[in-house]
């Protein structure tokens, strides 16, 4: 065998046991790596307004930090507000969703043959019991996931301060030096401004729209448009479908209100995330759609929802890292998709 043949069958077979052991320690270490990779892409993205305060208005650094630590607490304590109330007011509903859930139940069992059925009395009740017990589940779901994020949101914004405060100017000049910390840092910054720009006119379109139909919850289905944005392929889809049960439940509800519910925030979905997000974002990231597909499974199962989210910046800093090693460029040009380049063999 070639010794770079060799040399490349013992770097694959390296790469497959770290992949391995590096994916178990991920999975194992998740309580502690997923708020504080939160934390430093919310840094990376902060960056910008320090160096400004820094530039232009002449503030000096730790000044600077604490003023933009300030203003992303205020920030998220608003958002964190308005999302409280808003599943408060849901909570305070539910009995009123019940009682949708019973006529729902109540005009599908009318549909239902009378010989389809022994006893529609008794199976209608049935229905009804099983649906109001999974209506509390999910509220109580509900509540739970919100307490989960003020918790874990305590241990990012430990972690930011961390990181921010943790670099000195000196070190950021060094950072910057390194060619491959520069690179990721920079296209990271882009993807994480740009996606959040996107991701925020997005869910203010589609709140908006919401909002003229008479949707109830209208911040927390605009705000988990704007969170689900970050997913790729399947987060805009799950965005669009959640507010339907809600209308569903609605005695008001009627079938042309169900219609432009799901059809005006698809179109919306669609045309920002295949025409417009496209011509912004261009081939920053350099990932191909069958590689963001398997990385969102990867991450996924290691961290869950969180995996999703950070699936696309996780992945475009690997394919960096790879890029600039000669051995494992081939794995880096078939993470972009260029499976046709030509590959030289002395």
């Known amino acids: 065998m070639h010794p770079d043949s060799e040399r490349r069958v013992q770097t694959v077979c390296l790469l497959v046991i770290s992949a391995v052991m590096i994916?178990?320690?991920?999975?194992?270490?998740?309580?502690?790596?997923?708020?504080?990779?939160?934390?430093?892409?919310?840094?990376?993205?902060?960056?910008?307004?320090?160096?400004?305060?820094?530039?232009?208005?002449?503030?000096?650094?730790?000044?600077?930090?604490?003023?933009?630590?300030?203003?992303?607490?205020?920030?998220?304590?608003?958002?964190?507000?308005?999302v409280t109330f808003s599943v408060h007011d849901l909570l305070g509903n539910v009995a009123r969703y019940e009682d949708g859930v019973a006529n729902l139940i109540e005009k599908g069992t009318e549909m239902i043959p009378e010989k389809a059925m022994p006893s529609p009395e008794v199976f209608q009740r049935d229905l009804q019991t099983f649906a109001r017990s999974a209506l509390r589940k999910v509220a109580a779901f509900a509540a739970n996931t919100l307490i989960l994020l003020v918790s874990n949101g305590v241990l990012v914004a430990v972690f930011l301060c961390f990181l921010l405060f943790g670099c000195s100017g000196r070190d950021l000049k060094a950072i910057d030096d390194e060619s491959v910390r520069d690179e990721i840092e920079s296209k990271t910054r882009y993807y994480i401004l740009t996606k959040t720009a996107i991701s925020v006119i997005t869910g203010l379109c589609v709140g908006l729209v919401l909002w003229m139909l008479g949707v109830e919850a209208v911040i927390v289905f605009a705000l988990l448009t704007v969170l689900l944005n970050f997913i790729p392929s399947i987060g805009s889809f799950i965005a669009t479908l959640l507010p339907l049960p809600l209308v569903l439940l609605d005695p008001t509800c009627t079938f042309t209100k169900l219609v432009l519910v799901l059809i005006i925030p698809m179109t919306i979905q669609t045309i920002i995330g295949n025409i417009i997000e496209p011509q912004v974002m261009g081939r920053n990231l350099r990932l191909h759609p069958i590689t963001l597909l398997l990385a969102l499974i990867f991450w996924g199962a290691l961290w869950g929802i969180v995996g999703m989210f950070l699936a696309v910046p996780l992945t475009a800093m690997l394919r960096i890292l790879f890029e600039k090693s000669e051995l494992t460029r081939p794995v880096a040009d078939v993470m972009g998709g260029q499976l046709s380049r030509d590959q030289s063999v002395s």
């Open 23 to 82: 994916a178990f320690s991920l999975y194992w270490l998740q309580p502690v790596l997923v708020p504080f990779i939160l934390a430093l892409f919310i840094a990376i993205g902060l960056k910008p307004l320090v160096n400004m305060q820094m530039t232009h208005l002449k503030l000096p650094r730790g000044v600077s930090v604490v003023s933009t630590l300030l203003l992303s607490i205020v920030v998220l304590f608003l958002i964190g507000l308005l």
